[in-house]
C-alpha cells in the first residue's frame, strides 16, 4: 500500500551535515520526498510532538535535546513507507542497529540518533499534521 510517513533529521543529525545523508537514504530505498522543511522547536513544541512519552523517564531529556537546534522534518512517500522508513533507520538503540542503517553508522547514544520515523499509520497522520500544513503537501 502507498502510505505517507514523517521523517526528522534530529539536531544530532543537522549538527554533523548528514542532511543529505538521510535524504539521499530514503531515496534509494525507493521513497519520494514530497514536503520537507527545516523548523527549531521550542521546548512546549517538542513536549506537544512526543507527548506519548510524557512519562518515560527520558521525557525531559528527550525534549531538551529534540529543542537543542534546528530539525528537518519530511512527509516520505512510497510502498509501506512507514516500515521501509524504519528499516532504513535501524533500531532505537544504535548498539543494536542492523549494519548498513542510517542510526547504525551515525547515531551516538540511544537518545541521540540522527532520525526519527512515524510506527504507524495513525501516528504518521498526527506528525505529518504536526509540521505541515495542508497547504505544504501535495494532494494525493
Ligand atoms: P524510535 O521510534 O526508534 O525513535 O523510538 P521511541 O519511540 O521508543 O523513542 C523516541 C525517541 O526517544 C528515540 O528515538 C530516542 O531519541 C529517545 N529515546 C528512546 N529510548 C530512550 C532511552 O532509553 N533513553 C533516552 N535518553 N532516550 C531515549
Not at 22 to 49: H, N, P, Q, S, Y
Not at 118 to 133: C, M, N, Q, R, V
Request: hydrophobic share 45%; proline share 6%; glycine share 10%.
Amino acid at each position: 500500500m502507498i502510505e505517507r510517513t514523517l521523517s526528522i533529521v534530529k539536531p544530532d543529525g543537522v549538527a554533523k551535515n548528514l542532511i543529505g545523508e538521510v535524504v539521499r537514504r530514503f531515496e534509494a530505498a525507493g521513497l519520494k520526498v514530497v514536503a520537507l522543511k527545516m523548523v527549531r522547536l521550542d521546548r512546549g513544541e517538542a513536549e506537544g510532538f512526543y507527548h506519548v512519552h510524557r512519562e518515560r523517564p527520558f521525557f525531559a531529556s528527550l525534549v531538551a535535546f529534540m529543542s537543542s537546534g534546528p530539525i528537518v522534518p519530511m512527509v516520505l512517500e512510497g510502498e509501506d513507507a512507514i516500515a521501509r522508513v524504519r528499516t532504513v533507520m535501524g533500531s532505537t538503540d544504535p548498539a543494536k542497529a542492523g549494519a548498513g542503517t542510517i542510526r547504525k553508522d551515525f547515531a551516538s547514544s540511544i537518545e541521540k540518533n540522527i532520525v526519527h520515523g512515524s510506527d504507524g499509520p495513525a501516528t504518521a497522520s498526527f506528525e505529518i499534521g504536526y509540521f505541515f500544513s495542508a497547504l505544504e503537501i501535495p494532494p494525493r
